[in-house]
């Protein structure tokens, strides 16, 4: 579709002109929000109403800076604030007189002690949302009754933007946030871990990591114009009360700590005893001799990091031999539930995509230096058809040939979507097998992207789309030039307008070259047909949830040909401390230059689209020959899909969700090839379960993930508690859906695990599953809400409704609401844990109508109430070695009084 509400538009009376002139050409109006209306008039005084719902796995911090929370002291671990588990927890930590004025200001608020009940295995990891202006480190505690604040069982004090641990031993814990310099809004996220280790970075510093004690590398910088920078490394490394035991000047050098009386000398070199003697969590001691000295290592690494004559300080780690994984070694491959579920593992096997074939993406443009994308695009390397330089905000004007995403400024705040980032990365995102990676995997990482630019400030116009359409296939356009080679598949991830015969005509011809045109089908949660995606020729894609559930946004109806999943940001039915959006690459521009290596989660049919262009082009590697007319057929016979829904064709997921491994399979039988080995294997999903503290049911799907006969052997579980049943299976085999439900009747307060067991002819699958009983607050909480009424021309806030949730949601209303003029409005909603007065800084919770991705503005013509969506605490993922500058607010004023309209 053209614009699936992912632009909103900030200038209207731009949009307006725009609206007037396209209808005058007869083209499509492409609109940032498929929504859009004509308003011409409308009632003065309205109200509008709706629910803010919390996400799941939400917590505050019960002691934030913002004096207007609620307030409760977690300052020391008497105080520790029970949280649940998973979750995914917001909060603020302040050395005294830094960071705003507020609450903690002036007397500090150093420490937030949570307590929480840990399975073994599970993952906790602190974002720090501004590892610039604070150094937060994150102390693990077994609670056996006394806490000793010296002697932690694990703590992780690297001094980056993320702090990570995992828990060995399941038990009742405290989780320490400390403050060691200056201030920040964190996260802090506790979830299953299904890797089983945490990912190493290069200012990691954790206790429980295997690394010779007393040993460091270092390498100093040969620029320094300290008078040491000529000194033998003897004597440069006594200097430090240290011992050189390796290596030399000009490069690394390994370093020793000597006795305890010599690491004193140490101490005071750097600073470190100064540090002692006021910060309690620095005093670190230990009865057991070698933690001792792996604690006091840390503790040097961290101050040598600091110096200006250290390029870097390591630990020695010890390294093992390891197997080489099947799997991609993305290190967020692990978060991307979306891929088993269409059985792309298996697909890969046979192909991961041929450099030959060429997706086209026409959308927002492509962040051309995203670390992740490297290598990753067609020669011809893209262009830019926007035409109008209001639309294209900083780029050159006119069209040209560089598609580089300056930003969109979609979302509010002026905060850009780097959509059509986050879709090639979905497509085609380089992806490692066997070790290394960097960031996420792509579902067709052979093959090649061609950025094509038509989406920007307030959306695209339909003629520039066209364009660029044209151009994709090889066809004259306004660029006067083509591509080297045309693109196999064109993916449309917007949006908008009526059906318009010209673009019809457009897509046939694209169609008789052979191309491919997959579009998402609107997340308008209608059945009216929504357009390009519901032109004849076109894959019209609509989104599933992690279980196989039709998204609550996604179109429906008549035009839908295939689902693919899209997500759903609200939830973590699988327990990872990740929402269960799809994600993958993104770049941040909050502070005004644009941040790359960032990757975060959104929904949408935005995001099932890539998906299926991505198995398209999977296809198209396997079967250079491939038609649009094939892919229709083997979509229509049911051969590449999963069923879902009603049997056959239905209107919610069209013949079925998409199966990357049949697809490739059908594929390599259209090229003459005869039928793929047979290697069957068992692919459940999702991988993990998560009941929280008050859900009692969850779904399974057991399928085939690849060729050959399968069968269900047996399905066991390992706790009295834990109860699956069969939902529906094949009668022969046994794959299909469980019924997979918890009982707590009897259960003491705590975290509780197992595992499912499903032995098939070729494999067994084990699936995790945690639940909480008790102890904690049941409901989720995304802290003190200040909700937003804004003026969607120029993002001013007009109203604000403020105040706490009411079991985990907050109902809100706006009067008098003046739409006599044609105005119209948005909604945005967020914490300010910090106190800056600015909602939706790093760190803090936020949400918008419909949601922050792809909010809606609200006009006379639109309903008033039952705007209802959720808010929750979320930080990007980013490769910390590229982080290069702080990362700035970037969120909305909020008034500074109380306007409860």
Known sequence: MFGKNHFVPHNSAIYSVLKQVLLLLGLPVILSGCFDKDKDSGPQGATLSGTVSSAAGSVADSD???P??????????????????????????NEANTGKEGRSFSSGDRLDFFHISLAANQRITLNIANHFSGDLDLYLYKDDGSIDLSNPDDNSIGGGKTETLIVTEAGDYVIAVFAFAGYSNYALVVGQNAQGTAAYTTDRLVLSDNFVPGEIIVRFRDDSQASSASQSPTIRAGSLGLQAKAGATGRAMLLGLDSLQGRQTSFRALGITSKQSVDPLQQLRSADPEKQLKMDTLQVIKALRKRKDVLYAEPNYIYQAQQEHPEPSDPYYKFQWHYPLINLPGAWDVSTGDASVIVAVIDTG???????????FSADGGYDFIRDNNISRDDEPGIDNNPDDPG??????GRSSFHGTHVA?????ATTFGGGGTGVAGVAPGVKIMPLRVLGVDGGTGYDILQAMRYAAGLDNDSDTVPAQKADVINLSLGGGPAISEVQTVITQIRNTGTVIVAAAGN?????????ASYDGVISVS???????????????????VAAPGGDTSRDINGDGRPDGILSTVGDDSGGNIKLDVYSEYQGTSMAAPHMAGVVALMKSVYSGLTPANVDNLLSSGKIVQDLGTPGRDDQFGHGLIDARKAVDEAVLLAGGGSSPDTPFLSVSPTSLNFGNNETSRSLSAINGDSGALSIISVDD??????????AVDATTQPGSYQVSVDRSGLAAGTYTANISIVSSANTVTIPVIQQVGGQSSGADAGYQYVLLLNADNGTPLMQWEGSAQDGNYNFRFNNVDFSAGQSYSIITGTDQNNDNIICDAGEACGAYITQVQPRNIGADDNHSGLDFSAGFSIGLQNQSQLTSAIPTAGIRRLPDKRRP
Request: hydrophobic share 35%.
């Open 64 to 66: 934030i800076n913002d």
């Open 68 to 93: 207007n929370a609620p307030y409760t002291a977690n300052d020391i671990p008497d105080q520790a604030q029970p949280i649940p588990n998973p979750v995914m927890l917001g909060g603020y930590v």
């Open 366 to 376: 492509v962040l051309l230096g995203h670390p992740d994308l490297q290598g990753q």
């Open 408 to 413: 969109d400024q979609a979302s509010p705040g």
């Open 425 to 429: 990365g979905t497509i085609a995102a």
């Open 524 to 532: 308008s949660r209608s059945s009216t047909p929504d357009y390009p």
């Open 543 to 561: 989104a599933v949830d992690i279980n196989k559930q039709l998204a609550g946004y996604s179109n429906f109806g008549s035009a839908i040909d």
């Open 718 to 727: 390992d706790a009295a508690w834990l109860t699956v049943t069969v939902s």
